[in-house]
């Protein structure tokens, strides 16, 4: 088992049960205490759980911790920009798209910006800026207006108006965290609302999330499960995260 694959067990078997022990998973996976306590290191520095006296434990955030856009963004960047890149093998010219606000979300701007004639709606600064940067003259950028959250997203009463005077073809929704009985969720209970608007105003969601947002709630629900209609992830995603999002939504997308 090369050492990806390692931890990212090691990591599914913190989140079900908050805590490992070195011994034992040395003894699992077959190797030694030292390679168990580099793992473990490993996945302390990013943020992904907390090294104790001879193992580890979660370290999950309260359902209102709201991490900064720079500080969410340089978390599995690599996983990111897979989901991306899949996710944008679903736009066609064209079309009228939302893309929420979110890292994951930005990474798929970064896509778009060579498919022509797109408008895009977003209450996302960062979103907003790729295009803007891009310049293309057959592309129509809508930036909704509203209160700024930590992570750059425009929310409130002005993004509220916005959005429910459009009807768009798909939604990409990036996510604080899922599960099963939350569904999709957020930090920021006026950042909800306005993602509720954008998944009302759109004829399908797509939900762009990584392996780490599984089992991950916020204090506020964006939509159910089986409201969406593709969910696109990462190979890290734990087989029982798999099997319950394939028993809820339409499609759900492994990206390696």
């Given amino acids: 088992m090369l050492a990806p694959q390692r931890q990212s067990a090691i990591l599914d078997r913190v989140r079900a049960s908050g805590g490992v022990r070195v011994t034992d998973l040395a003894a699992e996976f077959g190797v030694s205490d030292m390679t168990i306590r580099r793992d473990l290191e490993a996945l302390a520095d990013?943020?992904?759980?907390?090294k104790v006296h001879g193992g580890a434990t979660s370290v999950r955030p309260g359902s209102t911790d709201e991490p900064?856009?720079?500080a969410k963004s340089i978390r599995q960047r690599a996983e990111k920009a897979a989901i991306a890149?899949?996710?944008?093998?679903l736009v066609t010219p064209g079309t009228a798209v939302a893309l929420s606000a979110g890292t994951t979300t930005a990474e798929l701007a970064q896509r778009l910006v060579d498919v022509p004639e797109l408008t895009?709606?977003?209450n996302s600064i960062p979103v907003a800026d790729v295009f803007y940067r891009a310049g293309r003259p057959d592309q129509t950028v809508v930036l909704t207006g509203g209160m700024r959250t930590p992570s750059d997203a425009l929310v409130g009463p002005v993004a509220l108006t916005a959005i429910r005077s459009l009807h768009l073809d798909v939604l990409f929704l990036g996510v604080h965290g899922m599960s099963e009985r939350a569904g999709f969720t957020t930090p920021n209970l006026m950042e909800a609302?306005?993602?509720?608007?954008?998944?009302?105003?759109?004829?399908?969601?797509?939900v762009l999330a990584d392996h780490t947002k599984w089992g991950t709630v916020g204090i506020s629900s964006i939509a159910e499960l089986s409201e969406a209609h593709v969910v696109v992830s990462d190979a890290g995603l734990s087989t029982p995260a798999?099997?319950?999002l394939s028993e809820h939504v339409e499609e759900l997308v492994i990206v390696p």
């Fill in 46 to 50: 990013r943020g992904l759980l907390a």
């Fill in 68 to 70: 900064g856009f720079e």
């Fill in 85 to 89: 890149a899949r996710a944008a093998g």
């Fill in 120 to 122: 895009v709606v977003t």
């Fill in 193 to 206: 609302d306005t993602n509720r608007a954008l998944v009302a105003a759109a004829e399908r969601l797509v």
């Fill in 242 to 244: 798999r099997a319950t």
